[in-house]
């Protein structure tokens, strides 16, 4: 590594170079082994940011004591002089340097290099790379920091295998060079460069008796207890633990409502850890979202487990990880010439980290930048392309070595989604005795897709040109002329059935009625179906089935004339397997097309269109209207245990609702409600303007927008505002934005000002915020503390007309001479009501109030269904004018209630 290099950081006044200016200087130089600094600060002649100097630590410096950069910039640039130079996110400091006239030819991003060389890293942040003992932002300290970080950086680099280094010299040529690491490498090998074969497993779960209570095992006292520096005794925690150490002992199915702040994971696994390892079982731990998992694993279950020698897995969906083969593949065939410096540093960092990691998923690589998460795209493992157990990388495959190590584990976290699957094709997972479902109220919604169809035309039939195409899989098919006629063959079905698809298409968005909203799903009903009989859709969906049983049938001769030619050679070679997954997946769209349409008692077929900004896309679906029974027969009667849980799984403590909808048989169910943790009745409060709109009123989003220019400044931003449709968000947005940025309170739409992921990271970042979300952020938002102290609802959360699985559930309800309104249709509105006002509290300190702007609310005879489900809150109902006076005075109220507090 050359030595006569300059690290470089820069402070400013903010993040553009055109109109931000510099406020300190620090650089740093080794020469002959000797360490030379030279820092200053700088007069920006315009104002700094409050918020800048508090980052800084600069409030008290008086910047107008220093030069400005025209006076310092000569002594810049011949420090610098034609040395490289090293920052950490480079470009920003070289951004602002070339506006002051200082040119940098050759420059070090040891941002992009720690990725690399330090790919299993949970943060880049240079206080995480390089922590030290002083603080971060000011670019003296900075400057340390990055300069250590550099040797840090070479260190790991120098310790990677061998091959790995070689591939990251033929991607990277003169970049690698600089860090000259040449004939070091360990003595490891990554798995791309010595694939493995797989070991057949052996042996059964081991059983301890351990003599430990659920109880004793975490009390203060315990190992758990100890673990934490401030253990907290909770009755609900210590109510629901004995709840499900008696349901292991019984056999029975418990649901538990348990809101946050009860501790309900440690509750579930401290009595599943020692039940299944005292008797040699397994359970399967569910959770709904890849966050709650990734805490599950990484941190809720190594604290319960303490010393217990509990074997655990954590099984993740086939596209959560890296298929080896296909990065085999990218790497073999990347070279300098082909492809862009982002793609290459990419996939720099894809091979070390498969060098390096044990797990090998997308949360492990965690992808930051652009081109690393199209280059997860390209080598994710999924059904069309994986080789299963004849594969070369079988026996180091990471989604193989995750299911194996599930066998062999008395706990196994997955999600509702590999549970699912599992039910509906038995093995996904290895069999289990008990089953413990966090965030249950997904779960039907969840075993719904599993059981049905979900084929978007446009992704099959890109699928199918790639096959087909030059250079595709199919040439790579040809090597043997006895097999040339059948490939051909099977080439041209499959072009055929890509026209057959595009007939279908085009023929269902004929009879896509016109929409408002983006999306628009079409239930194939009797009446529908018989008007297609004899017509061009008729034929179409006709065509399509014959191709499609077609292109199966000649895919299952190819496979098997290409075993008796080729031999045991087909059933290792990569090429054949794909062309082997690729049939078998055919052959499953064939059965499923061969359903799809006519109407049947038990399954809806429908079809849904979006409209996006590039041409329609039309998705074949195909789903159980009731999925109750099929839980029952592949879930329920196949376990011992059954543990149900979530903060919303009951309708003022009656659980039936959920129960039927889950098929928990009423001979096992046991079903307790934990009182919340929280003071709802002195921290929050719900509102209701008693003179709103009707919600089919068109001027009911206009009376909501500007009651929240009235209400949001009060507050000054800290609003979350739930919508039901995204054309009632995008009309608020529209109506509230320009007001509120007047007065600097910014607005973040979903879907319009990004993500929801990423808006709602933003929105906690950012006090002096509004944040209008549609469905996705009823729950899921998590924002503890002050930075969240108003949620308005823009109307009660009923389910959109025309969804094809609801019509027919409710005309099922109806036959049978019940009312689905009130049997369906207001319980499910009544707990997404509740998961809404759910984003409020978060800790016991939190203090908010929530609006409904629904009249229904008070109105209908319904209404009081919403507000006893609360379990308690403070109402007040009155005008929007005086609604917006108490609630200033609720919050002067509360804010000297926090100050008389402290």
Wanted: glycine share 6%; aromatic share 8%.
């Amino acid at each position: 590594m050359r030595t006569d290099f300059v690290v470089l950081d820069l402070e400013t006044t903010g993040l553009n170079p055109e109109g931000d200016r510099i406020i300190q200087v620090a650089m740093l130089r080794e020469i002959n082994g000797c360490v030379e600094r030279l820092d200053f600060f700088v007069n920006p002649e315009q104002p700094i940011p409050s918020f800048v100097r508090r980052l800084t630590g600069f409030q008290d410096i008086d910047f107008t004591l220093y030069p400005t950069i025209d006076h310092v910039i000569n002594e810049v640039r011949a420090f610098i002089g034609d040395r490289p130079v090293v920052g950490h996110q480079i470009s920003f400091d070289l951004a602002f340097l070339a506006k002051v006239g200082v040119r940098v030819v050759d420059a070090i991003d040891t941002l992009e290099w720690a990725r690399i060389a330090l790919p299993i890293q949970s943060s880049y942040r240079l206080e995480s790379l390089a922590p030290e003992d002083h603080g971060f932002h000011d670019a003296r300290n900075d400057v340390e920091a990055t300069y250590h970080l550099v040797y840090r950086i070479r260190e790991a680099l120098s310790q990677l295998p061998k091959e790995t280094q070689a591939d990251l010299r033929y991607l990277l040529g003169n970049e690698w060079e600089w860090w000259d690491v040449t004939d070091s490498g360990t003595a490891f090998h990554s798995p791309l460069d010595f694939p493995v074969a797989e070991v057949p497993l052996t042996g059964e779960l081991p059983q301890m008796t351990h003599g430990y209570n659920a109880h004793d095992w975490l009390t203060e006292r315990s190992p758990i207890g100890k673990s934490f520096s401030a253990f907290e005794r909770r009755p609900s925690q210590e109510t629901m633990l004995s709840a499900v150490d008696r349901a292991y002992e019984d056999g029975t199915i418990l649901m538990v409502e348990a809101g946050t702040g009860t501790g309900k994971s440690l509750a579930y696994l401290t009595p599943a850890l020692l039940a299944s390892l005292g008797r040699g079982e397994r359970t399967v731990i569910a959770t709904y979202t890849l966050a709650l998992q990734e805490q599950l694993w990484n941190k809720d279950l190594p604290v319960a487990q303490q010393h217990l020698p509990v074997r655990s897995a954590m099984v993740k969906g086939r596209g959560q990880y890296i298929c080896l083969l296909k990065a085999d593949e990218l790497r073999q065939t990347t070279t300098m010439l082909n492809e862009s410096r982002g793609r290459r540093l990419a996939l720099a960092r894809l091979l070390t980290f498969i060098a390096l990691t044990d797990r090998g998923d997308f949360d492990a690589f965690n992808p930051s930048s652009h081109e690393s998460k199209q280059l997860w795209q390209d080598v994710l493992a999924d059904r069309h392309a994986c080789a299963g157990s004849r594969c070369v990388y079988a026996g180091s495959c990471y989604m193989r070595l995750a299911r194996r190590q599930a066998e062999t584990s008395h706990i196994v976290v997955v999600n509702h989604a590999l549970l699912a699957a599992h039910m509906a094709t038995p093995g996904v997972l290895p069999d289990f005795d008990h089953v413990i479902i966090d965030e249950a109220h997904h779960f039907s919604d969840v075993v719904e897709r599993a059981f049905g169809m979900d084929v978007n035309i446009v992704d099959f039939t890109q699928v199918l040109g790639e096959m087909v195409a030059h250079n595709g899989l199919f040439d790579h098919l040809k090597a043997h002329p006895d097999l040339f006629g059948l490939v051909e063959t099977v080439r041209d079905q499959a072009m055929q059935l890509r026209d057959r698809l595009a007939r279908v298409e085009q023929a269902l968005l004929s009879q896509t009625p016109p929409s408002d909203y983006g999306r628009q799903s079409v239930r194939v009903t009797e009446d529908l179906y018989a008007q297609w009989a004899g017509t061009g859709i008729d034929s179409a969906i006709q065509s399509l089935r014959y191709t499609l049983a077609a292109v199966a049938q000649v895919s299952r001769d190819i496979w098997a004339s290409a075993e008796a030619i080729l031999g045991d050679a087909v059933k290792t070679d990569a090429g054949w397997l794909r062309f082997q997954k690729w049939a078998e997946d055919v052959y499953d769209f064939s059965i499923h097309m061969d359903q799809w349409g006519p109407p049947q008692e038990a399954v809806v077929s429908w079809w849904e269109a979006r409209r996006l900004d590039t041409e329609p896309q039309v998705t074949l679906r195909q789903g159980p209207v009731d999925v109750s029974k099929l839980v029952n027969d592949t879930l329920w009667e196949k376990v011992k245990t059954g543990v149900l849980t979530s903060a919303t799984l009951s309708i003022a403590g009656d659980f039936q609702y959920m129960a039927r909808t889950l098929g928990v048989p009423k001979s096992r169910l046991r079903a307790i409600q934990l009182p919340s943790a929280f003071d709802l009745r002195h921290n929050s409060c719900l509102a209701i303007p008693t003179d709103a709109p009707d919600v089919s009123n068109p001027q009911h989003v206009h009376a909501l927008a500007q009651f929240l220019l009235d209400v949001v400044p009060i507050i000054e931003g800290r609003t979350l505002v739930l919508t039901t449709s995204h054309r009632t968000l995008r009309a608020l947005a529209d109506l509230i934005r320009d007001e509120l940025e007047a007065i600097g309170i910014i607005t973040l739409a979903q879907g319009i000002d990004g993500p929801s992921v990423r808006l709602v990271s933003q929105f906690k970042e950012t006090p002096r915020s509004v944040l209008i979300g549609a469905s996705g952020l009823w729950e899921g938002v998590d924002v503890p503390g002050p930075g969240l102290s108003l949620v308005v609802m823009t109307r009660l959360p009923f389910g959109a007309p025309g969804e094809p699985l609801e019509e027919a559930r409710m005309e099922r309800l109806q036959a049978a001479g019940k009312s689905a309104f009130y049997a369906h249709t207001l319980p499910k509105a009544v707990l997404r009501f509740q998961q809404g006002f759910g984003r409020l509290l978060r800790t016991r300190q939190d203090r908010g109030v929530v609006v409904v702007f629904d009249p229904r609310l008070i109105t209908s005879r319904y209404g009081t269904k919403f507000i006893q489900a609360l379990g308690g809150p403070h109402l007040e109902t009155q005008p929007q004018r005086a609604l917006v006076t108490w609630i200033r005075e609720f919050f002067k109220e509360k804010e000297g209630e926090q100050d008389r507090e402290i």
